[in-house]
């Protein structure tokens, strides 16, 4: 897979959502969208099937980033400017998601927003609430809405744990990128309510990010990807750097995963290890978690082959760090009633 098509496939159609971001945020200030969508959200909650109650003796490990959608149009409508060609696969539903990861003992998951419905979490809170045990998730607000804090609480409720937040959504200088009204909002809610902050960026955006992390150190961030270092091909010292200072702020997390895009040999990603050595020693593994970001690592490569990297190829980890990393702070940050 070309550095080109990787950086396509971890950006999520990144520029769609920009583009929704910029036009329609006074449309949709007044939540009338959200609120319609999301008051028939008890209605539309299918069966869970075949798929039974959460076991942790088989199915330990929590997957703390994948997207999900449905080829389900008219119950699920896209945002404004998608098309059904851009959902590369045509379908990833909560079913297929659980199919694929429960085999290799995986039963919990963080579910992303996916770009293709914009600013409506419905599908996501949808399939929440058809797997409480299974799933919680992380939603997209506007940060131009009206009261994006309230918005914060209501998701709450509905098993939100974390808000995607990245440079495209404002479009502001890459320097002070997060100073916006609406995002102190939002920073200073979850603050009290601990929803974390997720950052899908490039490593450019760091420097706001660190600083946001010490305006409101009670805020739990989480930077994802690894930000994205290595996804050109390209491992720069000051950029694996920056990332491990950031460090430095007790309320900043990683997510460890989207091998697919980051490593230029691919499978078994040995290449990632130095990389990945160092960060784990800059937060502890108590701060990293690993994040499938299915389904873009299952198109060429295999979920096993993520899960693999840590249990099996990346030696500096004792089996406390792999608990802590396969699961432990995933659960700790984002399933808080399982603690």
Not at 254 to 275: C, E, T
Request: hydrophobic content about 40%; aromatic content about 10%.
């Amino acid at each position: 897979m070309s550095s080109i098509s990787r950086r396509d496939l971890l950006g999520g159609a990144m520029a769609g959502l920009a583009g929704l971001a910029i036009s329609g945020g006074s449309e949709r200030a007044d939540g009338a969208v959200q609120e319609r969508n999301t008051a028939q959200t008890t209605a539309r909650v299918r069966p869970r099937g075949q798929v039974g109650p959460l076991d942790l003796k088989t199915e330990p490990l929590i997957d703390a980033h994948s997207h999900i959608w449905t080829p389900d149009l008219d119950r699920y409508p896209l945002a404004e400017g998608f098309t059904r060609d851009d959902m590369q696969p045509a379908s990833f539903t909560a079913e297929e998601l659980l199919k694929t990861c429960r085999p290799l003992g995986v039963g919990r998951v963080n579910l992303i927003q996916m770009s293709y419905y914009g600013f409506d979490n419905s599908y996501m809170l949808d399939m929440i609430a058809a797997y409480p045990d299974r799933f919680v998730g992380t939603a997209i607000i506007d940060p131009e809405g009206v009261d994006p804090a309230a918005e914060m609480a209501k998701l709450a409720s509905k098993g939100v744990r974390a808000f995607r937040v990245q440079p495209q959504f404002l479009n502001l200088p890459i320097d002070r990128w997060l100073d916006h009204p609406g995002y102190e909002s939002m920073f200073s809610y979850a603050s009290e309510s601990k929803q974390a902050i997720s950052f899908l960026i490039d490593p450019d955006a760091l420097p706001e990010v660190d600083r946001v992390c010490r305006k409101y150190p009670e805020t739990p961030f989480i930077v994802d990807h690894l930000a994205r270092i290595g996804v050109d091909g390209e491992f720069r010292e000051p950029e694996i750097e920056a990332l491990c200072d950031l460090a430095r702020n007790p309320n900043a997390y990683v997510k460890v995963g989207a091998f697919y895009a980051l490593s230029p040999m691919g499978p078994p990603y040995r290449d990632l290890a130095p990389m990945i050595r160092r960060v784990v020693a800059a937060y502890g593994s108590h701060r990293c978690m690993w994040e499938s970001d299915c389904p873009f690592q299952v198109v060429d490569h295999s979920y096993q082959a993520s899960i693999d990297l840590i249990q099996s190829h990346l030696d500096f980890l004792d089996d406390d760090d792999r608990q802590w990393l396969l699961a432990g702070t995933a659960e700790s940050l984002l399933f808080p009633a399982a603690n």
